[in-house]
């Protein structure tokens, strides 16, 4: 009888604690299978030199692109690329010739997950265009260019030209005001636009130096160079944080208490513990009461059937 007795609260126990793991495990596969959104890096990129040229040959009778870019770079990856040639049929004798070339040039572009950046350095810089063998089209000191965009701030923009300018052999002063014009009689005329630079909520673009070039040497018509050139260009896209996933709510512990159980024990149950009584004590007394009561029967109807016999 105390064998059953003790085993049964143990089974139900057992079947709490089980009901209470079934009830748990949908909220800890629910947190297992939630995806964490990643982190967008943004965007960078940054190039030495572009150009977009139009060259003309023959008294324009043919037309040859002259599209060529130096160090241009997207996120993550740098470059250092001091000379750029390039080759035109017709032009030099169809052998390569120069574009540009520098003692520095460097460029780079970067992001991580609270920062994008482009970055351009170019120094003592001359760049060529066709039909131009012995003049450059201009020549720089110094040229910098940078956009950087950081979560949680405003996109920045900056770009410089340092040092002297030199436009078709004739040194000029840049002013940030407006564009600057040179004109050289018999060579052509350049039009200078000085640190363009454009930021919104999330970008940031930088140019250091943009050019729009119409240079036809001496009118002879055999190569007629029309287009833009763009130095130090640098452009940025501020990063995205990735959404953090909302944490499940922790639901709350079973009240394992009985429904009206009293907050404090009553005096005889303490009474009761403190004589080594339990709870089963007033079951097994019913059940001696009971079993003390049957015996009594049993011996009286012995008592009986030995009288009548």
Known sequence: MNGHTFRLPARRCATAAAATVLAAGPVTLAGAGSAHATADHGRASASVLRTGLDVSLLNKTVHVPLAVSLNEVQAPRSAEQTALTARLDGVNGGK?????RADVAKSAATTSATRAEGTVTL???RIHVPGLRLLSLIEVDQVTS???CEAGKPP??????LGSVTVLGKRVTLTPGGPTVVQVPGVGEVRLDLSHRETTSRTAAATAL???VSVNPLKLNVAEVEGTLTLARTTCETPTPAEQPSTPATPPAP????????????EQDQDLAETGGSSLTPYLAGGSAVLLAAGGGAV???RRRRGRG
């Open 255 to 266: 009240d394992t208490k009985p429904q009206g159980a009293p907050a404090a024990k009553p």
């Open 123 to 125: 120094a003592h810089a």
């Open 300 to 302: 009286a109807f012995a």
């Open 146 to 148: 940078r956009a950087t």
């Open 210 to 212: 943009r050019l729009k």
């Open 96 to 100: 390569p010739f120069s574009v540009l």
């Open 156 to 161: 920045v923009a900056t770009s410089n030209v």
